[in-house]
């Protein structure tokens, strides 16, 4: 557009740009103007975002200097790795906000230089809370985008490592960066993922991944099923990465979106790749089969009281002998929801508190409950296994789904007893399939359907890492 160009006058730039930017409105934008060569030059930037020893260093260069001369003669001149001209206004706007030092002088006409100088505040790349492994790396993603790009790149020295810019989120402006291994990943995820990044138009993305996740998948609220596996680590990013999946990285999020998703993926975690194969088999079977059963422990044991007449003598023991003064399925319920108001209570807690807090307070809870009659012990104990299975993986979205099938089953079995112990397990695996996510042309329910042999049992069975030089003499001889 010709009104988005800069004006040749350099006092009507500089005007301009003052004004959009509104300088005089906020203390931390700074308008610096400096004398070189008897002539006017002028520094746009924000206070924070500047790295003030090589801001200091390139004012020294061209107070030294005896001609500025024009934009194009100065950019190839300024000592520094990242300068850039540009005539747009809207761009130089977006510029400076990101962090970036515009340049005018009376001699640049209608340009302008973009000194890429910007640091952001960042903590440690420290190993993530939710993501800790007893053995591996201790590095973890945090809020900066180019910090989060530099793990990935240090893991992978390829050339086909691809990294591709985004800009979303009208007000924000968030930076978006798609990974990928070009030839490993299929193209025609790439491009269903590209496309939809570049189709959307959302307000802003001021909570990064969690607003691009619900920005890219709208599907209905009533599925609690997650959408997109997240990772905050560096290794299981890049590992993903070299096996064909595609990495979205959202600036101000320390999350890594992995595309395309498959439930089966949460079965998966890092430290089942820092044990031998024999025991990250062995942590994967028994973590699936923990998962699998935490939705359906309670049902069936419920359904057991229910059915007495008919239970063998040999399971007997599943009947209570005191069930306590409110029914069963009242219990079951009851201390669902104290176990979220515990967590709750222990995520608002001091960290000096919170682990005493947990655990004296469910500790006190139930010893009470039980005392006074409220509670039966099979329901603790039922329910403390369940509460301690949704720990067995670490997506806590994947945890709150299984929780609500888990109610969905319980309440159906109150209602139609067998039959709705058989509804609500073909209801559970309705859920799964109809489960909306950017999956390329793998469903939700990859390996299984559609159903891939080798990959169904290599998502089973922590298999051994193959040489290198091997692995390519095979794909020639295929």
């Known amino acids: 557009m010709e009104n988005n160009r800069l004006y040749s006058d350099y006092n009507l730039n500089v005007t301009l740009m003052s004004e959009r930017l509104r300088v005089k409105d906020s203390f931390d ?37 005896k001609q500025i001369g024009s934009a194009e003669e100065l950019e190839k001149k300024i000592p520094y790795v990242e300068v850039e001209l540009t005539h747009e206004q809207n761009k130089i706007v977006r510029a400076v906000l990101s962090g970036q030092t515009a340049v005018f002088a009376e001699s640049f006409g209608d340009t302008a230089i973009l000194l890429d100088l910007r640091t952001y505040p960042a903590r440690p790349t420290q190993e993530p809370e939710s993501d800790r492994v007893m053995q591996g790396a201790r590095d973890g993603f945090v809020e900066t985008l180019v ?3 530099a793990l990935i790149r240090r893991r992978i020295r390829d050339a086909r490592l691809t990294m591709e810019h985004f800009s979303l989120g009208g007000s924000s402006e968030t930076d978006v960066v798609v990974c990928y291994m070009k030839g490993i990943a299929d193209d025609g995820t790439v491009k269903e993922i590209r496309k939809k990044i570049s189709s959307i138009r959302p307000k802003s993305l001021t909570l990064g991944y969690q607003s691009l996740a619900e920005s890219l998948i709208r599907s209905g609220w009533y599925n609690p099923f997650p959408k997109i596996r997240t990772t905050e680590r560096p290794d299981a990013a890049s590992a993903q990465l070299l096996e064909g999946s595609v990495i979205v990285l959202c600036d101000t999020s320390p999350q890594a979106m992995i595309l395309p998703t498959s439930i089966f993926d949460y079965l998966e975690e890092t430290d089942d790749f820092y044990f031998p194969p024999l025991t990250g088999t062995y942590l994967r079977l028994v973590r699936t089969a923990i998962l699998l059963l935490s939705v359906v422990i309670t049902p069936l044991w419920y359904l057991a009281i229910e059915y007495t007449a008919v239970l063998p003598d040999a399971l007997s023991f599943l009947v209570p002998d005191n069930p306590g003064a409110l029914p069963i399925i009242l219990q079951l319920f009851l201390v669902e929801i104290a176990i979220d108001g515990l967590k709750i209570a222990s995520m608002n807690t001091p960290d000096i508190l919170s682990n005493s807090l947990s655990v004296v307070g469910a500790l006190i809870l139930g010893d009470f409950a039980v005392g006074v009659g409220w509670l039966c012990e099979d329901v603790i104990l039922y329910m403390a296994f369940v509460a301690i299975a949704n720990f067995a993986q670490q997506n806590h979205e994947l945890g709150y789904a299984f929780k609500f099938m888990r109610l969905m089953i319980l309440g159906l079995v109150y209602f139609l007893g067998i039959w709705g112990f058989v509804a609500g397990v073909l209801l559970f695996f309705f859920f799964v399939t109809t489960n909306t996510t950017l999956s390329g042309k793998h469903r939700y329910l990859y390996p299984l359907v559609p159903f891939n042999r080798k990959d169904f049992f290599h998502l089973l069975i922590r298999h051994r890492k193959r040489d290198f030089n091997r692995g390519e003499e095979e794909k020639t001889k295929m």
């Open 29 to 65: 934008i700074i308008e610096r103007h400096l004398t070189v060569c008897d002539a006017d030059m002028c520094f746009f930037y924000i206070d924070g975002f500047v790295k003030d020893g090589e801001m200091l260093r390139i004012m020294q260069y061209l107070l030294s200097q």
């Open 147 to 149: 910090v989060n790009t």
